[in-house]
């Protein structure tokens, strides 16, 4: 069947289109489902879940283990917090090899590409060598702003050696305080809902389940039924980190809610393939574009509460911690990439060569790698992270140009016309153009990163 469709003449581009995802998505299913690969992913993400790690004579749950590195004072015990990270490779780090030697011999099998490619097609990112060179010209940019960083987490919190214990914990202190009193976890829901309505969205009329429970990672949003049913959750995060979590997970929500394509040219019925083979960066993307609303002064101030100073500081802790956490991911992406070209070689040292040079600091042999819970169950995602934040970036500058300050009903009918409702029958560049103007650049980004392009 597959050759058949392969070899097929199709006239209609929106059937050329579903023919291009499906053949895609038959390859990833056919690797992804293989018994023993998915039996042992299964087994990972359930030691995942169940870990608890010992810090300080206490046990604790991953999310009481961010907590710790992200507010803590006490540097020791956010040293020993990091380490324990190494407890989760010791009990994941040898199956997670093997699942990336299955996946490299099942992509031999079942594609003509490696996996990471095949990946990467299936993702909608077309060309490793553009997303790699996006990555180089991030890293290069904003060298300058970065070693600043570094220089003001040495000085400020007066410590001769900046180490990877030190960075999350340094953004908290930056807030004076006020962080913990103005976004509060059990307020956030209620305040997505207020910034959505000034869009002209009502969560209250859309398909949207929310819970907060344990889980491996920050968020996740599904889509069980497009238009119909979507269920959010979110990890028990505290403070800004919570908040903007759960806003780029509304991100996702109004997409699922709103996504519609159809079957072909005119077609009034949907497709499905194109409801949910979309372009991964650009779904993350709109996640981000519903996470930066926080940080533009007029939601901080009227939704949150914050004064012009609080609203500066704000931003200023988003700028310097995107500039690390993007360079962290940029970093596990990379390593990933390396990892599938070999998964026989030394994982540690390769992820202490990768993660020293883009984050700075020592990773001191490099033992926590398997901490990032997408190697295992999330396989080649994290560059879509990078290229959301190219897509928020983007978007928010052509609501600007479009909009000016003030973005009300008819800037959601915009949002929604040219973003939410887009599925896969177009790529991200083609999105992008037609929604802004310009393919997908990484310009409005390092301009943010540089601190001449914040709100």
């Known amino acids: 069947f597959l050759s058949e469709l392969k070899a097929a003449k199709l006239a209609d581009p929106v059937l050329r289109r579903r023919r291009e995802l499906l053949l895609d ?20 993400s359930r030691d995942e879940a169940a870990m608890r790690y010992a810090i300080a004579g206490k046990q604790m749950t991953r999310s009481e283990l961010n907590n710790l590195l992200g507010h803590e004072p006490n540097r020791e015990l956010r040293r020993q917090a990091w380490l324990a990270q190494q407890q989760l490779t010791l009990t994941t780090g040898e199956r997670i090899r093997r699942a990336m ?14 996996f990471p490619d095949l990946m990467l097609s299936h993702k909608g990112i077309r060309s490793r060598q553009q997303l790699l060179a996006w990555f180089e010209e991030i890293e290069r940019a904003t060298e300058p702003e970065y070693q600043r960083l570094l220089a003001r987490v040495k000085a400020e919190l007066k410590i001769e050696t900046a180490e990877p214990w030190d960075l999350d914990y340094y953004f908290s202190t930056l807030t004076g305080g006020f962080e913990e009193k103005k976004f509060v976890p059990e307020h956030a829901w209620e305040q997505v809902k207020r910034v959505a309505a000034t869009l002209g969205y009502d969560f209250n009329k859309l398909p949207v389940d929310t819970t907060i429970t344990e889980i491996t990672f920050g968020g996740g949003t599904y ?48 497709s499905f393939i ?175 990163l540089s601190g001449r392009g914040t709100h």
Request: glycine letters at 8%; charged letters at 25%.
């Open 101 to 114: 030697q299955i996946r490299r011999a099942l992509a031999a099998k079942y594609s003509n590409r490696s």
């Open 274 to 448: 194109l409801e949910a083979n979309f372009a991964e960066p650009f779904d993350e993307g709109l996640g981000q574009v519903m996470a930066l609303m926080i940080y533009r002064p007029q939601v901080a101030s009227a939704i949150f509460g914050l004064t012009p100073d609080e609203v500066k500081a704000i931003n200023e802790v988003y700028r310097l911690k995107s500039l690390y956490d993007l360079r962290g991911t940029m970093a596990d992406s990379m390593f990933e990439f390396a990892a599938y070209e070999n998964p026989e070689q030394d994982l540690a040292a390769l992820y202490d060569g990768v993660a020293s040079k883009y984050l700075g600091v020592a990773m001191h042999g490099g033992r926590t790698w398997a901490f990032d819970p997408f190697f295992a169950s999330g396989p080649i995602y994290l560059q879509s992270y990078v290229l959301a934040e190219m897509v928020g970036r983007q978007v928010h500058h052509a609501l600007a140009q479009r909009f000016g300050e003030q973005w009300g009903e008819e800037a959601g009918r915009f949002l929604r016309q040219k973003f939410f409702s887009r599925g896969g029958r177009l790529t991200l560049d083609e999105i992008m153009q037609q929604g802004t103007g310009d393919r997908l650049s990484d310009k409005y980004l390092i301009k943010a």
């Open 25 to 44: 998505e038959a390859a990833v299913t056919q690797i992804s489902s293989d018994s023993v690969l998915a039996k042992l992913v299964e087994e990972i």
């Open 223 to 270: 889509p069980i039924l497009f238009g119909k049913e979507v269920k959010i959750l979110v990890n028990k995060y505290q403070g800004l980190r919570f908040v903007d979590t759960l806003f780029h997970e509304s991100g996702h929500a109004l997409h699922y809610s709103f996504d519609f394509e159809p079957e072909a040219s005119g077609s009034p019925k949907p």
